[in-house]
């Protein structure tokens, strides 16, 4: 029974304490808030640091502090000006009666200046420290004109202009320093400038404390080691030390009985900012140390138990302070791992943004495309119906309207007229304008105006034959534009795809690789990895400068290529001018295959200018394509045709455009630009330099032909030469390539230049069956040879032969066995 009724208790419980807790999250939440609205908003915050810069002083006796704080907040936040004059002046009054008054008729005759004036100052920034210059220095020299009995000193002179000084420098500190203590204005990141300022502006407050003791402990000493404490622990060595020694020597400056304090801090900030990792213990640690350190050998004033005991309570105030708060001030400091994370975040959410953007600019590209062909899908089957009404409503307007047996025929015999009408429209478009002769008859029978109807009809057809034409080439305009538009579409969501992936974080795999190649006795000074992927390798290295035998090419690559277990060769090292500074080299994964091409080429008549065009273009990491185009006819408007037909190929491929929707869309543009009948092959082959495998798209080019030892395989499709047709189906010829296969590509002028020959397929097998080189070009020209000597010397068309040598990517230095590929996993 009691366990039942434990069971029944203890899942309430449970729930009881998660709501508790989760109501005691929300309502310290709560609390946070409405303690940042009193503080910040309300100007609280503000009128704390008046009072004490209102008391802080600099060498005894000079207050550069007050004046630039009420400057900078009156510029900054003027509605909280008048508060920040209240503390100012009654910090000034705990020091004495004269500094609250000079406090307060200063920042008076900075009020008055700077409105009088504010008519003729073009940037109110950029003059305000200059007018609290002026201010500070006239109005310290009359006060102490008038604090010495009228008497003036040209010592008092030299005291005066050197706070003006001092003032003139917190201003400007100051103006950086007060924004941060804005609810509304928080900045997400930190410069440095501005966390110096910041900690300027933080020790100059701290400085408002001293004289304040406890127990004999000095309030100055414990609330500038909790400072210090916060910022190394948050920022590392670096930022701690810095606090250190600005808080130190600005507390040197307000009491030169604290000049040991400076040595104190920066020590503790270093120390602390080392052992950052340990935690707040850690740290807490690194200042008592410190303390010890400095307490024990350092020429102090302060006994060593008063020191461990105001060390003590800054270290409890450091283990007091809420980890939130601490997290929320690393975020703007830079260099920590938050501010790291908040960086990542903003360019993730940038990122995020992008592509999202480029994603909406796809599906707009796609919808487009739809759009043009869904008009053109839905156009299609209302054009027959509609077309014969609209010709029939013209031939009986010219005819029938006027004829005075339109009743008996339309009236009476409408079934009759209408088929009449409608046959006779039919066999005048499908018979060039010609009649049946038994529709002839019909219509001599039923007709009074036969030959007036004939003509019209024919006329009306004519007309249709000329619209129909006119709107295939506008449909074929909107196909041209609907694939243009899907090929963007399909490159942008490419696009924001690889935008999408982010850089792999490769910090151990990095470790690993230096530690491997540094056990081999190779000195590397950084590894940085930016890819892994199979095929796609990208690493660079930085190496001292060696005495240039290869090392690189020699040693590291080799390793590389056994741990990772793929060939990686030297993409580009860049040498280093010095003979002591540093190499950078980047590794890349080599080509699988490698192709050699040889090429011949002639004129028709052993002219200059050739109708054929030939390239060889290289896109990407991984695909190779060679291209012959051969205009109609010969000569410079053939070479020009075939030129265009391979740069916009280049073009178009190189953009990321998939190869059927390149090709269709130069055959558009070839078609619509011009009303000449000039036409042009394109003979393309995209071979993957990966895995060998290839692809053939011909159009109205000759045959293809790949020799594997002593066969001959023919690769061949049957489509148009672009330029014809408006409207083609792609043919695709895929072919598994293989290392040592020897592909030869060739126009007209070579596929049937030999005379005298019947089958032109079996005597070009035969030529290069029997072919016993393997070098592209000597292939190249034994055949051009072969074909002109059949000609007895002639050129009777425009040649071009393209061949291609498929290798396998033998590296010039093979891998080194380590024995550690099971590093990079």
Known sequence: MEKVE?????????????????????????????????????????????????????????????????ASVYLLRRRKAPIVLIGLTAGGLTVSLGNAVLIFISSLVFL????????????????????VLATSFFSKCAFLYIQQSFQFTIY???????????????????????????????????????????????????????????????????????????????????????????????????????????????????????????????????????????????????????????????????????????????????????????????????RDITVHRVEQFSSVFQALSNSFSQYDQWREGDHEESDFDYILSNVTEKTCQTCFKKEKCWTANFDKTYEIMKTAMQEMEDGNGNLSPKLRRDLDKHCSRVQKVEEAIFQEVSFLHANKKLKQQVQESRKLVAEQLLGVSEVMGNFAKEIQRERENHQKQEEMILDALQDFGLDIEQVEIYSLEEGNVDIDMTLPTVNGHGESEKIIAPLLSDILGETIIVQMEEQSPFPNG????????????????GIAHAAKGGGLISGDSFSTIELGARKYAIAISDGMGNGERAHHESNETLRLLQKILQSGIEEKVAIKSINSILSLRTPDEIFSTLDLAMIDLQDASA?????????????????????????LPMGILQEFDVDVVSTQLKAGDLLIMMSDGIFEGPKHVENYDLWMKRKIKELETEDPQQIADLIMEEVIRTRSGSIEDDMTIVVANIKHNTPKWSAIPFGKKALIS
Do not use: C
């Open 156 to 350: 008092n002179g030299l005291m005066a202009g050197v706070e003006a000084s001092l003032t003139f420098i917190l201003t400007l500190i100051f103006m950086q320093s007060i924004p941060l203590l804005s609810l509304k204005k928080r900045k997400r990141s930190l410069k440095i400038e501005e966390v110096v300022s910041l900690i300027i502006m933080l020790a100059s407050v701290l400085t408002g404390t001293i004289g304040w003791k406890f127990y004999g402990l000095s309030a100055e000493h414990v609330l500038s080691r909790y400072l210090v404490l916060v910022f190394s622990f948050v920022g590392g060595a670096t930022v701690g030390s810095t606090v250190g020694v600005v808080t130190g020597l600005i507390f040197s400056l307000a009491n030169v009985s604290s000049f040991y304090q400076m040595s104190l801090l920066a020590f503790s900030g270093l120390l602390g900012g080392l052992l950052k990792e340990g935690k707040r213990a850690g740290t807490a640690i690194g200042l008592f140390i410190a303390t010890l350190l400095i307490g024990m050998y350092g020429e102090t004033n302060t006994p060593l138990d008063v020191n461990i005991y105001e060390t003590a309570i800054a270290i409890v105030l450091l283990f007091l302070t809420p980890i939130n708060l601490i997290s929320q001030l690393a975020k703007h400091i830079p260099g920590t791992n938050e501010h790291t994370q908040e960086q990542q975040q903003y360019m993730r959410k940038i």
């Open 112 to 131: 008055v200046s700077f409105k009088l004036l504010s008519r003729f100052q073009k940037d109110e920034i950029k003059s305000l420290p200059y007018f």
């Open 695 to 719: 692809k053939f798209l011909k159009i109205g080019s000759t045959p293809s032909f790949v020799k594997r030892g002593d066969q001959v395989l023919k690769i061949e499709s049957s489509n």
């Open 582 to 597: 540093f190499n950078y080299v980047t590794f890349r994964s080599a080509k699988a295959f490698t192709i050699d091409t």
């Open 6 to 70: 434990q069971s029944i208790i203890a899942p309430g419980s449970n729930v009881d304490f998660e709501d508790t807790k989760v109501e005691v999250s929300k309502g310290l939440e709560r609390l946070q808030q409405k303690l940042e609205t009193i503080f910040l908003q309300k100007g609280i915050v503000l009128l704390l640091i008046g009072f004490l810069l209102g008391r802080a002083l600099i060498l005894s006796h000079l207050t550069p502090f007050a004046l630039p704080f009420f």
